[in-house]
Nanobody, 123 residues
Framework: QVQLVESGGGSVQAGASLRLSCEAS????????MGWFRQPPGQDREFVAA????????NYADNVKGRLTISREHAKHIQYLQKNNLKPEETDIYYC????????????????WGQGTQVTVSS
């Protein structure tokens, strides 16, 4: 069973930066895309960013472009999400996900999910 473990969440002040990490383990597909989603309280998960296996294709949600950078290290099966200039409205649980093949933005396209990491941004 593929496992995804997120880390790097926490409580920060508005304007601060955070780097979230997600490490994959177990029988991962030969090539797989990875993504990040956020889930506001009482709402569905929303797409944030995704990256393909080689790292040369990325996709970002419109409302985060310019403030996020997604990247990955193949050898360590880790992906990162660098978040800058955080805003209080970005207080959510952030989930890592993985899927075979290319970059995708829909939750139903992902086969594997982490447990989530809480990010709290205070004003």
């Amino acid at each position: 069973q593929v496992q995804l473990v997120e880390s790097g969440g926490g409580s920060v002040q508005a304007g601060a930066s955070l780097r979230l990490s997600c490490e994959a383990s177990g029988p991962t597909p030969t090539t797989y895309a990875m993504g990040w989603f956020r889930q506001p309280p009482g709402q569905d998960r929303e797409f944030v960013a995704a990256i393909n296996w080689s790292g040369d294709t990325t996709n970002y949600a419109d409302n985060v472009k310019g403030r996020l950078t997604i990247s990955r290290e193949h050898a360590k099966h880790i992906q990162y999400l660098q978040k800058n200039n955080l805003k209080p409205e970005e207080t959510d649980i952030y989930y890592c996900a993985a899927t075979s093949g290319r970059v995708r933005i829909r939750t139903y396209s992902y086969d594997y999910w982490g447990q989530g990491t809480q990010v709290t941004v205070s004003s």
